[in-house]
Every structure is written in structure tokens, then in C-alpha cells.
């Protein structure tokens, strides 16, 4: 089945080189986002050979790639070189660092200098209200919400999202992300609150193309599944 017509831009998040390529050539995909922790998970030990491996193909659409210091100087180190790999590319910069230091100071650094941002790891809608609080009408951002880290918590992050899209209207550069969606139905949620952008892993993308796909015929698929795995066990009672 086709991928569904979306309002809501898809960022594919993942350190997979061959599978961010695949997406990209769908032409479904609307972005990228990756980070240090996917990349270690994917092996990966030479981040800019891989950053600059995956811009030598992804050459127009948006690519976050994030700094990894600790030391806020260092942080923008980090950030002026990774702005330079590519015209398309987005820096993230966590908003705090991992003692709780704001990193408010930096990101307002940064965006004076005119390098595009990917604001991350914002849980807590005082964090995205502060981030606000900074900003000039013509910054150029990505603010990414990890929505589905609020969900874990056993908060409904849906009027939360709703409410920093309203917050953010008049910074019209800035893009909200729900960021860390456990579900594909996170999608829509996300697009009905007004998101920009929603991040999905390989698998959720996989699911997006079951959009209202006929109920019993998936009654019918998930029975054939059970069926099929118990003859291939050899199970027998």
C-alpha cells in the first residue's frame, strides 16, 4: 500500500546510511535527524566520514546532526564545523548540558552567527517556553519535543504539543517536532496538534503505509501469521 498524503513533514531518524538512502529515494521521507546514540548503536566510530558520506547523496533535504561535547565553548566548536558539511544541514544542540546548564546562551550564540538549529531534548514545556523567551522573529530552528519521552511519563503530550505550536506561531522559521513517537498513530496525533515535523525509526515508516488499510483483511493477515509460525515451530499438541 502507498504511504498516506500527509500536512506533517516525516523525518526519518536513524544512523543507517543504506536505509536513509532507501528513504530518500522513496520521496516520502522529508528530512533526516540521527544522534550520537544511534550512531554508536550502528557501529559507526568516524561520525563526520559518515555525515559526510550521507550529504555526498542527501544534498537538499534537511539533516540534523548533533554535537556531542560537554563544555559549552567546545559546543560551538562542534557546531561551526558541522554547519559547514553541508548547506542543508541542521545542528542540534541538546538544551542542557549534563550537569543542567542551560544551553540558552550558546543556542542564541549560534543563531546571531546564522547557523540553522535543531534545539533537542526538550521534555519539560518550560524548557520549550524558555527556548521562546530567547528567540527574534527571524530565527531559523527546528524545536524537537520528545513527545513520546513525555508519554513514558504518563502525561498526555498531545496538549502540550498543541499549546508550543500556538507558543511558537510568531517565530515563523520555527519548526515544532514531536520527537521519540512509540506509535504510528503518534503521526496523526502530531498532525493534528499542528506539528511541523514528526521523526519516525525505519519501522514506523514501514507502518505508515497501512493507513486505513481495511480492518478484516489485517484480521485475516494477523491469523495467517499465527497459523504460519506454528507449522514452521513444528508444534504439536
Same mark, same amino acid.
Given at each position: 500500500?502507498?504511504?498516506?498524503?500527509?500536512?506533517?513533514? &516525516?523525518?526519518?531518524?536513524?544512523?543507517?546510511?543504506?536505509?536513509?538512502?532507501?528513504? +530518500?529515494?522513496?520521496?516520502?521521507?522529508?528530512?533526516?535527524?540521527?544522534?550520537?546514540?544511534?550512531?554508536?548503536? /550502528?557501529?559507526?566510530?568516524? +561520525?563526520?566520514?559518515f555525515a559526510r558520506s550521507v550529504l555526498s547523496e542527501?544534498?537538499?533535504?534537511?539533516?540534523?546532526?548533533?554535537?556531542?561535547?560537554?563544555?559549552?565553548?567546545?559546543?560551538?566548536?562542534? $557546531?561551526?564545523?558541522?554547519?559547514?558539511?553541508? $548547506?542543508? &544541514?541542521? &545542528?542540534?544542540?541538546?538544551?542542557?548540558?549534563?550537569?543542567?546548564?542551560?544551553?540558552?546562551?550558546?543556542?542564541?550564540?549560534?543563531?546571531?552567527?546564522?547557523?540553522?538549529?535543531?534545539?533537542? /531534548?526538550?521534555?519539560?514545556?518550560?524548557?520549550?517556553?524558555?527556548?521562546?523567551?530567547?528567540?527574534?522573529?527571524?530565527?531559523?530552528?527546528? &524545536?524537537?519535543?520528545?513527545?513520546?519521552?513525555?508519554?513514558?511519563?504518563?502525561?498526555?503530550?498531545?496538549?502540550l504539543m498543541t499549546k508550543a505550536v500556538a507558543l511558537?506561531?510568531?517565530?515563523?522559521? /520555527?519548526?515544532?517536532?514531536?520527537?521519540?513517537?512509540?506509535?504510528?498513530?503518534?503521526?496523526?496525533?502530531?498532525?493534528?496538534?499542528?506539528?511541523?515535523?514528526?521523526?519516525?525509526?525505519?519501522?514506523?515508516?514501514?507502518?505508515?503505509?497501512?493507513?486505513?488499510k481495511p480492518l478484516r483483511e489485517y484480521t485475516l493477515?494477523?491469523?495467517?501469521?499465527? +497459523?504460519?509460525?506454528?507449522?514452521? $515451530?513444528?508444534?504439536?499438541?
Amino acid at each position: 500500500m502507498p504511504f498516506p498524503t500527509l500536512k506533517i513533514a &516525516v523525518f526519518a531518524d536513524g544512523a543507517h546510511r543504506e536505509e536513509m538512502l532507501k528513504r +530518500y529515494r522513496e520521496g516520502f521521507i522529508k528530512g533526516f535527524t540521527t544522534n550520537p546514540t544511534l550512531m554508536n548503536k /550502528a557501529g559507526l566510530r568516524d +561520525y563526520e566520514a559518515f555525515a559526510r558520506s550521507v550529504l555526498s547523496e542527501i544534498k537538499e533535504l534537511p539533516i540534523s546532526f548533533e554535537v556531542f561535547s560537554d563544555a559549552f565553548d567546545d559546543m560551538a566548536r562542534q $557546531a561551526r564545523l558541522i554547519a559547514r558539511w553541508g $548547506a542543508n &544541514v541542521n &545542528v542540534k544542540i541538546p538544551i542542557t548540558n549534563t550537569r543542567g546548564d542551560s544551553s540558552l546562551p550558546l543556542i542564541r550564540r549560534l543563531l546571531d552567527d546564522g547557523i540553522r538549529l535543531n534545539i533537542t /531534548a526538550i521534555v519539560d514545556p518550560e524548557q520549550a517556553a524558555e527556548l521562546h523567551g530567547i528567540l527574534k522573529p527571524k530565527d531559523d530552528l527546528i &524545536v524537537s519535543i520528545f513527545a513520546g519521552r513525555i508519554a513514558d511519563t504518563g502525561r498526555d503530550p498531545v496538549p502540550l504539543m498543541t499549546k508550543a505550536v500556538a507558543l511558537y506561531r510568531d517565530i515563523p522559521a /520555527a519548526q515544532i517536532l514531536w520527537a521519540s513517537p512509540r506509535e504510528v498513530l503518534n503521526v496523526y496525533q502530531a498532525q493534528a496538534c499542528g506539528c511541523h515535523i514528526i521523526t519516525a525509526t525505519d519501522d514506523l515508516i514501514a507502518k505508515l503505509s497501512l493507513y486505513q488499510k481495511p480492518l478484516r483483511e489485517y484480521t485475516l493477515e494477523t491469523v495467517k501469521m499465527f +497459523y504460519n509460525d506454528a507449522q514452521k $515451530a513444528g508444534f504439536a499438541l
